[in-house]
Structure formats: C-alpha cells, structure tokens
Nanobody
Framework: VELVDSGGGTVEAGGSLRLSCAVSGDTYSAVCLGWFRQVPGLEREGVAIIDKYGVVTYADSVKGRFTISTASDKNTLYLQMSSLKAEDTARYYC?????????????????WGPGTQVNVSS
C-alpha cells in the first residue's frame, strides 16, 4: 500500500483546511484508514479513522471540528478541518491498516504517508 498525503499549509485560527491522501498499490490491504498527527518531541496521536463501511471514530480533541471521509472509489482519503486552533499545529499523516479498525492507536497501522505540515497561527 502506498500513501501520499497533501493539502497542508498555514492558516489563521478559526480557518479551515482539507487534507487529502492518495491510496494506491494493494488497496485490499487498506481496510482501515486514518489520520494521525505529531508534534516534535511528542507521540504520534490518532485524529480520526474510518472503516470500509464508513464507520468513523474521532479523537475527543477534534470532534465536531474535523470530518474524515473517502472518495467513492476508496482510493482517496480526506480530512476536512474546520475551526482550527493553534494546538492543531502538527505534521499530519495518513495511515492504513490491513485489518478492521481497532481504535486510534498507531500500533494497528502498518502503512504511512510521508506527512503534510499544518500550521495554525493564533
């Protein structure tokens, strides 16, 4: 599975961004898709995940502000981010897991994109 994430940038607090992730290769092994983020010096944390049936899970910190979705062919993953806060500043990574979604822990995910940087200015 190959993942290439994009769409990051700099935005003012309260603004919006949409991240995209192109999924290719052995897409049958990308059963669970998700977004993670990481700030230097801290652990990579799960933001949102979505399974092949469209069932989603969000971290409490982004509920009501972020929306994860996929294109109809499941080959593109999106993260619509609204009402952005300074604390959302991080490098965002898309990820895929070969099995059913089991939660937001990174240990379940085997495939990772290179990441895209999001900076929110206050």
């Amino acid at each position: 599975v190959e993942l290439v994430d994009s769409g990051g940038g700099t935005v003012e607090a309260g603004g919006s961004l949409r991240l995209s992730c192109a999924v290719s290769g052995d897409t049958y092994s990308a059963v669970c898709l998700g977004w993670f983020r990481q700030v230097p010096g801290l652990e990579r944390e799960g933001v949102a995940i979505i399974d092949k049936y469209g069932v989603v899970t969000y971290a409490d910190s982004v509920k009501g502000r972020f929306t994860i979705s996929t294109a109809s062919d499941k080959n593109t993953l999106y993260l619509q981010m609204s009402s952005l806060k300074a604390e959302d500043t991080a490098r965002y990574y898309c990820a895929a897991a070969p099995g059913w979604c089991q939660g937001l822990a990174r240990q379940y995910f085997s495939y990772w994109g290179p990441g895209t940087q999001v900076n929110v200015s206050s």
